[in-house]
């Protein structure tokens, strides 16, 4: 069970707005430090999808932005498309056994 | 342009030693972190461990702590993850990622590798 917590899954018609949160605690995003969220389709690695909260790096669509608040994340996905069928997963750190990374467990957006 | 590529695909048996690689290009080798991760079949990623080639500092999960062991060697822009000891659910990809910046704490991962499929069967 991942220390941070994502919906299973979501999903959406074209065209529509879909949000997944990332729920932390007070020694990971509580305690300041930054959620980072990759999209990861499938049989491909991993991309960095927004870096920093609410940072896009080029060339990822303005559809996708980021929020954090208290101990928790979310991303938002407006204007959905087919292709943005994909796993998200949020990613941050925690300070309760010496500063290590930590994935969300995932959450499958499925476009119907 | 920075990249990392692995190494390919592996088949081993339960028991048998593995170490896979992940060479890094387009930028200063010594000078990121670089971590790795684990996904198994149908799961969702787990940070593993991370290393700075610079100085070999390794930092690992408390999950995976014992289990794998991460180095580098900086002469050839190469991490590796290995094991002594393969079990059936060793079976995963594992991805190589660098950290954005130079910085550990709060850090991004920014490329990725291609991902490693290793197959743990007898």
């Known amino acids: 069970q991942s220390v941070l917590t994502q919906p299973p899954s979501v999903s959406g018609a074209p065209g529509q707005r879909v949000t997944i949160s990332c729920t932390g605690s007070s020694s990971n995003i509580g305690a300041g430090y930054d959620v980072h969220w990759y999209q990861r389709l499938p049989g491909t690695a991993p991309k960095l999808l927004i870096f920093?909260?609410?940072n896009r790096p080029s060339g990822v669509p303005d559809r996708f932005s980021g929020s954090k608040s208290g101990t928790s994340a979310s991303l938002a996905i407006t204007g959905l498309q087919a292709e943005d069928e994909a796993d998200y997963y949020c990613q941050s750190y925690d300070s309760s056994l010496g500063a290590h990374v930590l994935f969300g467990g995932g959450t499958k957006l499925t476009v119907l | 342009e920075v990249q990392l590529v692995q190494s390919g695909a592996e088949v081993k048996k339960p028991g048998e030693s593995l170490k896979i690689s992940c060479k890094g290009s387009?930028?200063?080798?010594?000078?990121?972190?670089i971590g790795w991760v684990r996904q198994m079949p149908g799961k969702g990623l787990e940070w593993m461990g991370i290393i700075y080639p610079g100085d070999s500092d390794t930092k690992y999960s408390p999950s995976f702590q014992g289990q794998v062991t991460i180095s580098a060697d900086k002469s050839i822009n190469t991490a590796y993850l290995q094991w002594s000891s393969l079990r059936a659910s060793d079976t995963a990809i594992y991805y190589c990622?660098?950290?954005?910046?130079?910085?550990?704490?709060?850090?991004?991962?920014?490329?990725w590798g291609q991902g490693t499929l290793v197959t743990v069967s007898s």
């Open positions: 920093a909260n609410n």
């Open positions: 990622a660098r950290t954005f910046s130079p910085d550990f704490l709060n850090n991004w991962f920014d490329p």
């Open positions: 387009g930028y200063s080798f010594i000078s990121y972190w």
